[in-house]
């Protein structure tokens, strides 16, 4: 009972953390106590019988109140309000045009908490009815018609006493400034919000709406208003920068929010490509938000290598099935159909979120090589299982099972990505049906994708009757076609080692005309909020590309490599006692992490670090002697690393700055010689890369 319990509390952590996540500081909830229970601010909408908005209300609530004790309290705290009220008194939860009323033995804020699990959002009325609650479905819909539109009268007001209206035009793209600018940037967070976290990508009709408000968003900055407000010039630009950097700083936070998630991982992956295009082409906003584009491409990575471990994962449900005994479940057993179908899904969902087609052949491509790989690793596995796997029979069973997923590469036109990548469960599978009467350079050129060790394994089984003499001559000849100062292994990895390379044309927003189909519709709510407004340009060519420059954008190899997880290794240096290692450190936290970490800044010419030759600018120290450097402030790690004797053993993460988008903070140079001592710096900290962030307890 006490681990049940305890994964009972873990879980609810969990659920309330992604509660927590994307609300205001207000509507946190508490973590869970040993009793389960926690708490929470819940906002109260009062309304009379004739369905006019009375007050709002707020109050903290324990997850332990039933209807009935929330009632009881609301009566003590909020009693003038109440007691304009008349009639019995009621709470109903209202969500997305429907109305249901809370028994009274049902808890208000778990059922707030449950929204969170579905994306939905609602409220929590307080009404009257007289006579007691009224089940006819008219009466419902008048009064669920007048609530939702005297809240939206009252929340026009609030937002348009709070902030500026912003204007998003596509083609004009004005913007305003409003003095210190502080209400301005509320609204700009609001918008933001509304744009990116509150957004259920499942729901979207114009899956690419959020990109492309965006960017229209960041236009509207750029506009001969916004020049002429206070500052001029250089205001609106520290403006775009701020913007664009808040952009990418929420979509990180909703990319990690559902890491799980194909379809949320799908959606923002393909907004981020559009948003990343936007940026680099348009002429104004390509060279002052090169920071934000930087950030979008390694979000992009990010998005793009989750969404490939989430289909490999739906796929590895059904491998099993290519080694099921063809005896008794057949020659293609139905987990074979359910892969290929699993392929369609995904499929689908690429063209659903409108993900760039030279995207999708990458993607495939990595889906491909897993089945290559996951099946040619059963293979060479030391105990193959089933045992006689690595025989003639075998080989013709899974050559014959292959052939769904080869005929529906070709449907799709992903017949070159398909034979490239599912090349080497091929050729092994040919080279198990070979027949040894075959020139050995014939069946050479069959297999030439296997190293010589595979070949050995495949042809060297008990299960095989094949020719020593041949199997000898085979082997020989990939010897000698190998190149021997690789590292032959029989097994192969998982992931597709290529880099992940971003097209320059063929983006929607190089197609579309006007206001595509569904962004209407999805702005619609943003604007009934008065946190922007979508004006027509009658005079505007309707073209998206008519900010873009003729001049086609910078190389980006720097952050267009395969972002790869940082390699740890062991290094140990050798020092004078009482001396530092000859090197500087500082503490930083990148995109994608919760922590800060530890990095080499600079290397001391001549020190011990330096004669090492193992530790780089930009590498990670994540322990030294044992003790962790991860999550220490900068002066912390630096006591730390003082206090190791001549003998320092370190584990670090090598080029680890670069994958967590630190490249601008740590330049690769080397200090002029000198005292050799533990140099450090004070924590960095741009729009990007934050401190640790200080927790009050």
């Keep these: 009972m006490p681990e049940e319990h305890a994964a009972k509390r873990e879980e609810l952590s969990r659920v309330i953390g992604a509660w927590n996540s994307s609300r205001l500081d207000l509507f946190e909830i508490s973590p869970p106590d040993q009793d ?20 709002t209300k707020c109050l903290r609530v324990s997850s332990a109140w039933t209807t009935e004790n929330l009632l009881d ?3 003590r705290k909020v009693t003038p309000e109440l007691k304009m009220l008349s009639g019995a008194l009621w709470l109903w939860e209202v969500q997305a045009g429907k109305e249901r009323r809370l028994e009274p033995e049902e808890r208000p804020l778990v059922v707030q908490l449950n929204w969170n699990q579905d994306n939905r959002e609602g409220r929590f009325v307080l009404k009257t009815e007289k006579g007691g609650a009224k089940n006819n479905a008219g009466d419902k819909r008048s009064l669920m018609q007048n609530f939702r539109r005297t809240l939206s009268k009252k929340d026009k007001k ?4 709070r902030s500026t209206e912003k204007s998003l035009n596509s083609s004009r793209g004005e913007g305003s400034d409003d003095g210190d600018g502080s209400e301005t940037k509320r609204a700009e967070d609001l918008l933001l919000s509304a744009v990116v976290n509150y957004t259920n990508s499942s729901t979207v009709h114009f899956k690419l709406a959020p990109a492309f408000v965006l960017y229209a968003a960041a236009r509207s900055l750029l506009g001969p208003r916004a020049a002429s407000g206070p500052g001029g010039q250089r205001s609106q630009r520290s403006r ?10 929420r979509l990180w936070k909703v990319v990690q929010r559902r890491p799980g998630s194909a379809g949320a991982s799908c959606f923002w992956m393909s907004n981020c490509c559009e948003l990343l295009h936007f940026l680099k082409r348009d002429a104004e906003l390509q060279p002052i938000t090169a920071q934000s584009q930087r950030g979008l491409s390694r979000l992009l990575h990010h998005a793009y290598r989750k969404l490939v471990e ?38 689908s ?22 089945v290559s790989a996951w099946l040619f690793n059963r293979l060479m596995a030391p105990r193959p299982d089933p045992a006689v796997l690595r025989s003639r029979h075998w080989g013709a069973t899974l050559r014959r099972r292959l052939g769904p997923i080869e005929a529906w590469a070709e449907r799709q036109g992903l017949e070159l990505a398909a034979e490239c990548h599912l090349g080497l469960i091929a050729q092994a599978t040919a080279l198990l049906t070979m027949e040894p009467s075959e020139q050995v350079q014939e069946a050479q050129s069959c297999c030439f994708r296997l190293s ?15 020719p020593r003499g041949w199997i000898s001559g085979l082997v020989s000849a990939a010897e000698a076609s190998s190149d021997p100062s690789l590292d032959l292994q029989l097994e192969e990895s998982l992931t597709l080692q290529l880099p992940l390379l971003l097209p320059e044309h063929g983006y929607c927003s190089q197609t579309l005309r006007g206001v595509p189909p569904g962004l209407t519709q999805f702005m619609e709510p943003v604007c009934k909020r008065g946190l922007c407004s979508l004006t027509s340009a009658p005079l505007a060519s309707g073209d998206w590309t008519v900010h873009f420059s003729n001049v086609a954008p910078p190389s980006e190899t720097t952050y267009l490599e395969p972002e790869r997880e940082p390699e740890q290794q062991s290094v140990t240096l050798h020092k004078p006692l009482n001396s530092g290692m000859g090197l500087s450190i500082v503490a930083a936290k990148g995109a994608g992490q919760s922590a800060l970490g530890i990095y080499i800044k600079s290397i001391v010419s001549g020190g011990p670090a330096h004669v090492n030759g193992r530790l780089s600018c930009g590498d990670q120290l994540l322990t030294v002697d044992g003790q962790s450097l991860v999550g220490l402030s900068q002066d912390s790690a630096a006591q730390t690393l003082m206090q190791s004797g001549p003998v320092v053993a370190l584990l670090v993460a090598k080029r680890a700055a670069g994958f967590h988008g630190l490249e601008e903070l740590l330049r690769d140079e080397v200090k002029e010689p000198g005292k050799v001592t ?3 710096m004070e924590p960095f900290t741009d729009r990007s890369h934050k401190e640790a962030p200080k927790t009050e307890l």
């Excluded at 609030?158 to 006493?161: A, D, E, I, P, Y």
């Design 240 to 249: 775009v920068v701020a913007l664009a950097d808040k952009m990418v700083e």
């Design 678 to 680: 533990v140099l450090w």
């Design 310 to 347: 989430s289909l490999q994962t739906e796929l590895t449900k059904h491998l099993p099935s290519f080694l099921l005994d063809p005896q008794t479940h057949g020659a293609l057993p139905k987990g074979i159909e359910l892969l290929v179908n699993a392929l369609s899904a995904s499929m």
């Design 349 to 370: 969902l690429l063209r659903r979120c409108k993900v760039h087609p030279a995207l999708s052949i990458q993607l495939f491509s990595q889906l491909f090589h897993y």
């Design 158 to 161: 609030k937002v348009k006493n």
């Design 36 to 55: 389960l229970e926690f708490h929470g601010v819940m906002r109260f909408y009062l309304e009379d019988a004739s369905g006019e908005n009375v007050a």
């Design 452 to 466: 010589p060790v595979q070949i050995q394994t495949l042809l060297q089984d008990p299960h095989q009757d094949v």
């Design 73 to 75: 309290q609301l009566s």
